[in-house]
C-alpha cells in the first residue's frame, strides 16, 4: 500500500497537469471590433448655397474630382474690387520708385521764376510807396499796404523753392517703402480671395468612395458644417479593442489574423498601432485581480487591399504568435 503522501503529491500534480492543459493561449483570444477604412469628413468653407452636386453616395473619386460646388457670387465681385485696389496700389508703388517725372521739375521752375518776379515787382512798389510817403505825397497806409505785398511774395518764393528742391531730391525711402507695403497688402487680400473662390468647390482631397452626402442643391450649409465624406481607397484596417493580458504581450508587427463572418479562413494582418492608455477605466483605480479587465484599442493592418471588404462590419482578431 502506498503512502498516504505519496497519493497526495501525485493528486495534486495530476490537478496542476490538468489545469494548465485546459488554459487557453492567448493567442487564441479574439480582440473584438469593425472593420475600417480612414474617414474624411470635408467641410463647408463658407455659408453660400450648394449650386451642384456632382457625384453620388457610393461613387468612385479621383483626387482633386470636385465634389460640391458652392454658389461664388460675392466672391467673385470682392475679389474684382481687391484686384483693382491692388493695381491702384501697384501704379503708386511705380510712381514712387520712379520718382518725379520732367514734366513735374519744370514746372516747379517755372513757379519759382514766377514767385522771384513777384518778390521783385513788390519790392519795388514798397521802394515807390516809402519815397512817396517820405516827401508826404503818400500816406503811411499805402506803405503798410505795399509791404504786405512784399511779404506774400516772399512767403510765396519760399514755398516754390522748397517744392522744387523736394521734386529734385526724388521720392523719399520712407514713401517708397509705404507704397510697397500697401501693394503687398493688397496683393495679400486678392490671393486671400483667391482661395476663397477656390474652395467653393469641395474637392477630393484622396482617392476614394464617397460615402455620405448631407446636403442637398440648393441648401446652405453653415460654415464649418460636413458637406461629404469619403472613404479612403487602399489600406483597410481592423480597429479593435485588446484586452490587458494581450496588450502586455503584443507590438507593433506582430502578426495577426482577421475573421469576419461568412468568411472560413482569416484574413491576415499586422498590428501596427496599440494605444498607450486604456480605455474606459483608469488604471490607476484598479487591483490587481480587475487590470484584466482593462481594454486597450489597437488598430492591425490588413495585408491585402481588397476594395470590396464591407466597412463597418464586426471582426474578430486572434495573435497566433502569442503563447507559441
Not at 149 to 157: C, I, P, S, V
Not at 248 to 257: D, K, M
Request: glycine share 6%.
Amino acid at each position: 500500500m502506498m503512502p498516504s503522501n505519496w497519493v497526495r503529491n501525485a493528486t495534486i500534480s495530476c490537478g496542476a497537469l490538468f489545469l494548465s492543459a485546459c488554459e487557453p493561449n492567448p493567442g487564441d483570444v479574439a480582440s473584438l471590433g469593425t472593420l475600417e477604412r480612414d474617414r474624411i469628413e470635408l467641410v463647408a468653407e463658407s455659408n453660400e448655397p450648394i449650386t451642384r452636386v456632382l457625384v453620388e453616395e457610393g461613387e468612385a473619386v479621383e483626387i482633386g474630382a470636385i465634389l460640391i460646388q458652392q454658389d461664388t457670387s460675392r466672391a467673385e465681385v470682392a475679389l474684382s474690387r481687391a484686384r483693382a485696389d491692388e493695381a491702384v496700389a501697384r501704379s503708386a508703388l511705380a510712381a514712387a520708385e520712379e520718382g518725379p517725372r520732367q514734366q513735374q521739375i519744370a514746372q516747379g521752375r517755372a513757379r519759382l521764376e514766377g514767385a522771384n518776379s513777384a518778390v521783385t515787382t513788390s519790392k519795388i512798389e514798397l521802394d515807390r510807396a516809402i519815397s512817396l510817403a517820405e516827401r508826404q505825397v503818400a500816406s503811411q497806409s499805402r506803405v503798410d499796404e505795399a509791404q504786405s505785398r512784399y511779404d506774400e511774395a516772399l512767403a510765396r518764393q519760399t514755398e516754390a523753392e522748397a517744392a522744387l528742391n523736394e521734386l529734385l531730391e526724388g521720392t523719399r525711402s520712407e514713401d517708397i517703402d509705404q507704397a510697397r507695403a500697401r501693394q503687398a497688402s493688397a496683393l495679400a487680400t486678392v490671393r486671400d480671395l483667391e482661395i476663397t473662390l477656390d474652395r467653393a468647390a469641395t474637392r477630393a482631397p484622396v482617392l476614394g468612395v464617397v460615402e455620405s452626402l448631407p446636403f442637398e442643391i440648393g441648401e446652405r450649409p453653415p460654415l464649418g458644417a460636413t458637406v461629404a465624406v469619403v472613404l479612403a481607397g487602399g489600406r483597410t484596417y481592423a480597429r479593435v479593442h485588446v484586452s490587458e493580458p494581450l496588450r502586455a504581450q503584443l507590438q507593433t508587427g506582430s502578426r495577426a489574423e482577421i475573421w469576419l463572418d461568412g468568411r472560413d479562413d482569416p484574413l491576415p494582418g499586422r498590428l501596427r498601432w496599440i494605444s498607450a492608455d486604456a480605455a474606459f477605466t483608469p488604471y490607476f483605480a484598479l487591483n490587481q485581480h480587475d487590470r484584466s479587465r482593462l481594454s486597450y484599442l489597437a488598430e492591425v493592418d490588413l495585408d491585402t487591399e481588397d476594395g470590396s471588404l464591407p466597412i463597418g462590419v464586426p471582426v474578430e482578431v486572434t495573435f497566433p504568435d502569442l503563447g507559441s
